[in-house]
């Protein structure tokens, strides 16, 4: 007779698993894989695939014994269950004296440390003031303290940015459109015929926690192409290695869900990991040598409002955020300062895209609009209105990588091709009036558009504005990302991320 490794009973349909080899009931053990995607024993990533159905003969359970036929054996049988529920009750007793010692002595420890602090902070403040009384004295001025934890130094659109961050900015778009001009898509680069073709190829299930369920934003890495990022509802950014299939971190700090997650990678410069949040705040982490482990370096809390855009510069040293709070600021990821923030405009910024060559700054709005700033000198350079329709919140854009062509969308069903040469859209497409979009991308050529949304996602091509291919097998598409060479499509697809591709 089999008992299953999590009730303790008799399996009416017991399965074994092919990674602990222990017999569960099958109930029982795909609530645990829909809650957890682990074996409960081993700890291992369990998937329903690896439960294996065993068949007994006979189906039915084996009759008690003989033993068990009388009224003294009976009697005998029911002495020993009641000794062992005692015993049990014993053990549980001492268990939950020895639970309430420990949060007795954790909540003492933190009324502590509570005191502690509190002390410190008196002493603090009455050092700062003799220490002010004896400037005074001495005819000193007096300086402000430090900002504590990279509340980043206020810098306003009157101030502008630091002459070597102009720079640093013009620098980069001379090289950067210099090349562009000659620059043509790869032999190797995937065609239109070939995207025509994609299907599902892998799908990695069970990220971030159930409840709140969700992936909300997705970054793959450019120089280990593996790896890729997360942010969910449950205010957790993960780190996975595809080839791995395991996560390499798990960041928690936020309060509240994430919005946007993106990596710094430079040459000769560690990864950050970035992330902006509903909380108001963006978190940054990088590798730590010494444990191997990713740590906190560095928290932004300029603004005042929700965080809606997260964009890392071309230059890889600058970082731009907007938010609901009508501004959008500028942090230096060397120095981990902030270079600037603008002045309040008429409407809170809802998205935000930077031009491939770095000088201009995409901001949607909840009025339809789209302005278009100056990152140097944080002037606005130009507003894309769409026609007269029905009001919809801007709240996804992409620049394509020639630098002419802006994506947005331009109701809450369809999408527009904005040409930056004539400031007007020069295309529209449509994609259904039960279709919701939730992200638009440009892939690395310019030779393909992709739209994320509530039915899946699609993939168009630019020019032509051909529809390719519908990837839809795995519902609402919150994200999307192309991959190296375009040769693979990554989508957030409810707690899972799943990978389009060339057939085998």
Known sequence: MFFCAISGEPPQEPVVSAKSGKVYERRLILKYITDNGTDPVTGDKLEEADLIAIKASPETAAPRPPTHTSLPALLHAMQNEWDALILEMYALKQQHNSTRQELSYALYSQDAASRVVARLIRERDAAREALANVQATMGIATTEPAAEDVEMTEGTAEDGLPAAVVASIDETHQVLSAARKKRKAPPEYTTSSEVKTFTAKHAIPSLHSASPAGITSLAVSRLAPSQFLTGGNDRIVQLYDRDADKVLASLKGHSKKINHVALREQEGNSTLLISASADKTSKIWSLDNASQEYIPRSTIRTHK???????????????????????????????????????????????????????LLALGTPASTIQIYDVR????????????????????????????????????????????????????????????????????????????????????????????????????????????????????????????????
């Open 305 to 359: 409002g929700e965080l809606t855009g997260l964009a890392v510069h071309p230059t890889s040293t600058l970082l731009a955020l907007c938010s609901a709070d009508k501004t959008y600021s500028i942090h230096d990821l060397s120095t981990f300062s902030q270079v600037f923030r603008s002045v309040p405009s008429d409407e809170a910024f809802t998205s935000l895209s930077i031009h491939p060559d770095g000088t």
């Open 377 to 504: 000198t944080g002037a606005i350079a130009a507003s894309l209105t769409p026609p007269e329709g029905v009001p919809f919140t801007v709240h996804t854009l992409s620049f394509s990588e020639n630098g002419y062509h802006l994506l947005s969308p331009n109701s809450l069903s369809s999408v527009a091709i904005w040409d930056l040469r004539k400031q007007k859209a020069t295309q529209s497409i449509s994609l259904g009036d039960d279709f919701k979009v939730n992200k638009v991308l440009y892939d690395t050529s310019a030779q393909f558009l992709g739209v994320a949304g509530n039915l899946g996602a699609r993939v168009f091509a630019h020019k032509t504005w051909e529809e390719l291919v519908r990837l839809d097998e795995g519902g609402e598409v919150s994200d999307l990302v192309f991959g190296n060479q375009g040769k693979e499509i990554w989508g957030a697809t409810g707690r899972e991320v799943r990978i389009w591709g060339l057939p085998a």
